[in-house]
C-alpha cells in the first residue's frame, strides 16, 4: 500500500465541508491540491498533516488533472498561487 494509507480503513472518500456545498467537487478538488501543495511548501515535505489534502484531492481529482497540475509545475506555467 502507498505511505499514505497504513491500513484499508484510510480508504474513504473526502468529507463533507461547508465551503463546497453543492455536488459539483471540481472547486473543492482544485482548493485541496492548492493547500497540499502550500502545505508542504510551508511545513516541508514530510508534515503528516499534509497528507490530508493529499487524500482529498486523490480522491476527488481526476488522475488527469492532477498529472497535468504536476506538470505545469514542473515547467514553472501553472496558474494557480502556491
Not at 505511505?3 to 465551503?19: G, N, Q, S
Not at 511545513?43 to 504536476?70: H, I, M, Q, T
Request: hydrophobic share 25%.
Amino acid at each position: 500500500m502507498p505511505d499514505v494509507l497504513k491500513t484499508p480503513a484510510d480508504l474513504r472518500t473526502a468529507p463533507y465541508d461547508p465551503r463546497f456545498p453543492n455536488t459539483n467537487q471540481t472547486r473543492h478538488c482544485y482548493q485541496s491540491y492548492l493547500d497540499f501543495h502550500r502545505c508542504q511548501k510551508v511545513r516541508g515535505g514530510n508534515y503528516e498533516a499534509c497528507n490530508y489534502f493529499k487524500r482529498v484531492y486523490r480522491s476527488l481529482c481526476p488522475n488527469e488533472w492532477s498529472g497535468r497540475w504536476d506538470t505545469q509545475r514542473a515547467e514553472g506555467c501553472f496558474p494557480g498561487r502556491i
